[in-house]
């Protein structure tokens, strides 16, 4: 008997001294919406002030070449199943309000998994993966509550959304309750939602693992057919900035960084921040040009959102937590790979094949990151595919002329001097709560150090009439960890690259799930329901989309003599890289090869 009170007693003592350590980290992952590789200072921007995230930045890991997708939607799919958009149907263009698509029923969610390791996991803001039907929604995809906006924008203010495509306007309220509609909030959506976050971070009980998303609706472009809009001290606080639209998208940024203090502080004042990771990514670079241009800027990255351009993909993101040290990763980290990562930083494993790649190792004590290869985007809508390969990147397929340049370099006058740099540092809230709550130093230099060697503004731009624009019958071809501006065109240099690329991506090509034609059901106006968006379809109603799908044509054209001159390369000069190629080959390519070699 007393042998089991000791041994039980030497439990508990074991339990209160370990305990802390054990438990499961808290994870707050925050997105933000369209944010431009050149619009937060950790990453060099000068007009931009982002003093708290900066301060996360610089006391956690950046991540220097994460990528995302090009559009909000498969982006958003991909962290939250781990695999790659085009497998799922949801690749391309994202959702829109009135479309009935969604990522499939039977993949499960990040939160999912997570709720089965014991958290909490609560979603606000932008959800924009599907909601045509019931169960599509968050609150059946893994999430105990959600509140937030169910399509691609929000009014910011009057919180509906204006949805106008193929000469029809439909209008509504799209924030949410659950699967309530809310009418009676008042205020802006940033600091709507930051609010609501706080609340949830002070009611929980910190001896229970916390996952809270955080999806800002900003910097996005309003939903409200008004482009930018942001309270006016936040605009005020950026009255350095020349030019008046990009202060006002300032402005939101201003207010993103705002509610980065405000979450720090929270998890700070609930004692729990010492046991907390928090992720701060953007669902895809800004658009910088366009009819709905929000006056980001990605410079001097190439292109705007949408395209195949590092402009649109590689994201500004970090990850900070006191059990993570603090550093610059320069290996490539893809969207998928916060599932398997954050699952096992949770305590859990991922068993069924997914595209992610489990990165804890790699972040927490250096390890060799196992990432090779990012199927970085698919657009078979327009017609082209990025894929990255170790250091190179290539591009097929057709790709618009107008959005494959520099862009947003002009936005960044300054009419006076910024406040200083060093004093907002200084003064911002995260600064206080590391210092004050964690003991950490936080020196101005060391932030201004990291921030000049993360700076990629240095690099020479080149003029439009000499960059590679990809077409049917020409891809580009880059070496990205020499060239991150993709100026340096070598397809001409390395054919022997450029056709076992393109015999890869062909591969994977077959493995897609075709995205179907975006289409306006008339259904979902929200005039038949009180003016309120909401799911308009029985979950068993058979998906409107035509039978007759037709599989995507691979986007760059081979010709019978150019894959028969891939084939023989391939074999003399990547025989077993090829055979196992051929054996994972989807049903048509592999016909057509064996009708061609007699394979
Ligand atoms: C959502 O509605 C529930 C039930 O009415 C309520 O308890 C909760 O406070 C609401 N949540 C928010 C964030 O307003
Ligand atoms: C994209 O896929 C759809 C559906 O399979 C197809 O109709 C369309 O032609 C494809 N577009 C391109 C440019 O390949
Ligand atoms: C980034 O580099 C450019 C070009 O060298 C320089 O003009 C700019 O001031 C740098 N930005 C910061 C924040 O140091
Ligand atoms: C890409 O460029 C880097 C830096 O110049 C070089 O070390 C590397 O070998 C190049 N990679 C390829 C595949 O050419
Ligand atoms: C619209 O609102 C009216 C009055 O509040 C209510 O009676 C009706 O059921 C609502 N209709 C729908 C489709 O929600
Ligand atoms: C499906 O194929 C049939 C026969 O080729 C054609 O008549 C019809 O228009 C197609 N339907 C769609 C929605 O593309």
């Known amino acids: 008997m007393s042998k089991l009170i000791k041994l039980l007693s030497l439990f508990i003592f074991l339990n209160e001294i370990y305990g802390e350590e054990v438990s499961k980290p808290h994870i707050i992952f925050i997105l933000f919406d369209d944010l431009g590789w050149n619009d937060v200072s950790f990453l060099g921007s000068y007009d931009i002030r982002t003093p ?11 991540l220097n070449q994460y990528y995302t997708d090009a559009f909000g939607t498969p982006s958003r799919s991909a962290l939250l199943t781990g695999k790659y958009p085009m497998r799922l149907g949801v ?32 979603l606000i803001g932008k959800w924009n993966v599907g909601k045509s039907r019931q169960h599509y929604l968050p609150i059946h995809r893994g999430f105990n509550t959600f509140y937030g906006f169910l399509d ?12 106008k495509w193929n000469g029809a306007t439909a209008f509504g309220l799209n924030l949410y309750n659950n699967t309530q509609p809310v009418e009676d909030q008042s205020g802006h959506v940033t600091e709507i939602f930051t609010d609501k976050a706080i609340e949830i971070i002070r009611n929980h009980d910190r001896t229970v693992p916390l996952y809270l998303q955080l999806s800002h609706a900003a910097p996005h472009t309003g939903g409200g057919l008004v482009n930018l809009q ?28 705002k509610s980065v ?8 004042e609930n004692e729990m921040l010492q046991s907390t990771i928090i992720v701060i990514v953007s669902d895809n670079g800004a658009l910088t040009t366009g009819a709905l241009q929000n006056f980001g800027s990605n410079f001097p990255l190439r292109g705007v959102k949408g395209t195949p351009w590092e402009g649109a993909i590689r994201s500004p993101a970090l990850i900070w937590s006191p059990i993570l040290p603090t550093k610059i990763m320069n290996e490539v980290f893809h969207v998928t790979d916060w599932l398997p990562t954050l699952v096992h930083a949770a305590g859990g494993a991922v068993k069924k094949p997914i595209d992610g790649v489990n990165q804890w190792l790699s972040l927490k004590d250096g390890k060799k990151s196992k990432r090779k290869e990012i199927v970085l985007a698919v657009d078979n809508l327009s017609g082209w595919v990025a894929f990255r390969d170790g250091d190179l990147k290539i591009i097929l397929g057709k790709v618009d002329e107008e959005t494959s340049g520099y862009y947003g370099e002009e936005l960044q006058a300054l009419r006076k001097d910024p406040p200083s740099y060093e004093d907002m540092l200084l003064d911002c809230k995260v600064s206080n709560v590391l210092r004050d709550k964690l003991g950490v130093s936080i020196e101005p230099e060391s932030i201004t150090a990291k921030r000049k060697e993360l700076n990629l503004s240095g690099l020479h731009v080149l003029q439009s009439a000499d960059i590679c624009i990809p077409t049917k019958e020409k891809g580009c071809l880059f070496n990205i960890s020499a060239d991150p501006l993709e100026a340096h065109d070598l397809w001409n240099k390395l054919p022997d690259i450029v056709h076992y690329l ?5 591969v994977l090509w077959s493995e897609m799930k075709p995205r179907c034609e975006p289409k306006r059901d008339p259904r979902a106006d929200p005039s038949l329901r009180n003016y309120t968006w ?6 068993d109603e058979i998906s409107i989309e035509p039978e007759n799908k037709t599989y995507p044509a691979f986007p760059l054209h081979l010709s019978q003599k150019e894959l028969q001159y891939i084939f023989k390369l391939n074999v003399g000069t990547f025989s ?17 090869l064996s009708s061609l070699f007699n394979y």
């Not at 708290?52 to 950046?62: E, K, P, Q, W």
């Not at 263009?93 to 996991?121: F, K, M, N, V």
């Not at 691609?152 to 949805?163: A, P």
């Not at 909401?534 to 979950?539: H, Q, S, V």
């Open 152 to 163: 691609g924008s929000i009014d910011y203010f009057t919180h509906d959304l204006i949805e």
């Open 91 to 122: 690749q391309g263009i994202s959702i829109s309000a009135s479309e009935d698509l969604g990522i499939p029923e039977s993949e499960r969610l990040l939160p999912s998994y997570l709720r089965e390791l014991d958290y909490e996991t609560y």
């Open 576 to 592: 077993e890289k090829l055979c196992k190629l051929i054996k994972n080959m989807g049903d048509s390519f592999t016909k057509t």
């Open 230 to 257: 942001t309270p006016a001290d936040t605009i005020a606080a950026n009255s350095h900035i020349a030019h008046s639209a990009r202060r006002t998208y300032a402005g939101m940024v201003t207010g993103l960084d």
């Open 52 to 62: 708290n995230i900066d301060t996360l930045a610089s006391d956690g890991i950046v």
């Open 261 to 268: 203090g405000s979450i720090v502080a929270a998890l700070s």
């Open 534 to 539: 909401a799911p308009w379809i029985e979950n």
């Open 502 to 506: 393109t015999l890869r991506v062909r």
